[in-house]
Every structure is written in C-alpha cells, then in structure tokens.
C-alpha cells in the first residue's frame, strides 16, 4: 500500500534521475508530487533526510526490480543469466529512474559515509540472497562470483544508460560471464 511518504520519495528519486541531485529541493519533490507547499519540508525537515529517504526508497525500488528475495529464480547458470540478465534489462527500460538515480547517489555515496551505510544495509540484504543462489547454481567460489557478477551487471547497466547497443543480449552476455567464471552443474 502506498502512502504520502513513498509518493513523495518517488517523485524525488524521479527528480534525481531526471535533474541530478542537484535537482532535488523540498519545493521540487512538491511540485513534482503535486502536494502542497511545504508538504515535502514537514516530512523531511532537512536536506540530508530528504536525500536519505530517497535513497532508502531507491534501495527499496531496486531489490523490487532485482526479483530479490522471495523471488522464484532457479538455482541454475541459466537461471541466474535469466535473473541477472532480465534485471539489466529493467534497468534499461522501464525502471530507468531507479538506475539513473541510483549512479547519482552512489556517487553521493562515495563522498558521504552516511549515505555509504544506507547502501551496506541493501546490499547485505540483496547479497545474502544472490549468495545462496550462486552457490546452489554451481559455483565454487560463490563470494567471488557474486562480487565479479554484480560488478559486471552494475558496470553494464551504466554503460549501456549512457552508450546502448542495439539489441542488446543481456542474458546472453551474463551467461558467458558465468561460463567463464567455470561453474559447474550441481
């Protein structure tokens, strides 16, 4: 269920994506929410909780469209191209807000510990997942697959954001990935 919190981070992780995080102003979220003024500064009083709260939302937006935990991913190389690949996709398509808000705030990230620790806790709740997946898919150095796969993912996603390719075979790419990373059917 939604409410008037999540819709205004929603129009602020939007305004990221669109305007950079230069972009995101109390009076911005308003308008781009179409709430009255002042809605966005009572419910984030400060700059820092508003740009907080847009990255917990974006965390949470993310783990949605990564078919995260719960989800019905087979534990299997192909599975997990499918996954992984089908998540560059959504990252491409039709949550392109969320990947483009993402790059601006981690790059937030990178200058604000704050921030940096929002991201240590999404991550250790999507890695935890991905982690039992890998290793029932075959792996046998599950950490270390993990890592060079979500930095592979991450690093297509941003390339292609900026420079697309044309019929682009995501899961076809993460596949060799895995392929040469040696995996093993269990």
Do not use: K
């Not at 909780?49 to 949605?64: A, D, F, K, M, Q």
């Not at 704050?114 to 982690?131: C, F, I, N, P, S």
Request: glycine share 10%.
């Amino acid at each position: 269920m939604r409410d008037g919190a999540t819709d205004l981070l929603d129009a602020g992780l939007e305004l990221v994506a669109d305007r950079g995080l230069g972009g995101l102003t109390h009076e911005a979220v308003d308008v781009a929410a179409g709430v009255p003024v002042g809605s966005t500064e009572g419910a984030y009083p400060t700059r820092q909780s508003l740009v907080e709260g847009v990255t917990t939302r974006c965390i949470e937006r993310e783990l949605e469209m990564a078919s995260g935990p719960g989800a019905d991913v087979e534990a299997s190389p192909e599975g997990l191209a499918l996954a992984f690949g089908h998540f560059v996709l959504r990252a491409l398509g039709e949550h392109r807000a969320v990947a483009l808000a993402r790059y601006a705030l981690h790059a937030e990230a990178a200058r604000r510990p704050a921030l940096r620790e929002l991201y240590a806790v999404g991550a250790d709740e999507a890695d935890t997942w991905a982690l039992d997946l890998v290793r029932r898919a075959g792996s046998q150095h599950p950490e270390r697959d993990l890592g060079i796969m979500a930095n592979y993912v991450t690093g297509l996603v941003f390339h292609e954001l900026a420079l697309p390719t044309p019929d682009l075979d995501a899961v076809g790419r993460v596949r060799t990935l895995i392929d040469a990373l040696g995996w093993t059917t269990p």
